[in-house]
Each structure stands twice: as C-alpha cells, then as structure tokens.
C-alpha cells in the first residue's frame, strides 16, 4: 500500500521540501508544482476540498 506522501505528491518532483500535512502544500516553493482535478467535474476532487478546508 502506498504511503500518504506518495498519495498525495510525487516526492521526486518537490525536491527535498517536507511535507507533513495539508498547510505543508502552501509552501511558496511549490507553487506551480501542484496539480488538483477542478471539483466542480469530479465529486472526489470535491471530497477532497472539503477535507483540506476542515484540516486548515
């Protein structure tokens, strides 16, 4: 089974940046880094939303 950090980013392409949680994504390092499936075409992409918001 693949580990949260593989799930949700690709460790290879953010170099050594660590990554703990969901605000560790706002880093300005990462920016344009970051691909999301818009949430208003995928219900799951809209789950997701939801969970990042109430975990900030």
Do not use: Q
Not at 7 to 25: A, F, M, P, R, T
Request: charged residues 25%; aromatic residues 10%; negative net charge.
């Amino acid at each position: 089974m693949a580990s949260w950090e593989e799930k949700v980013y690709g460790s290879d392409l953010i170099g050594d940046i660590s990554v703990e949680g969901y605000e560790d994504l706002l880093a300005p390092r990462l920016r344009g880094r970051i691909a999301y499936a818009s949430p208003r075409n995928s219900s799951s992409s809209f789950e997701h939303l939801v969970n990042m918001l109430y975990a900030l």
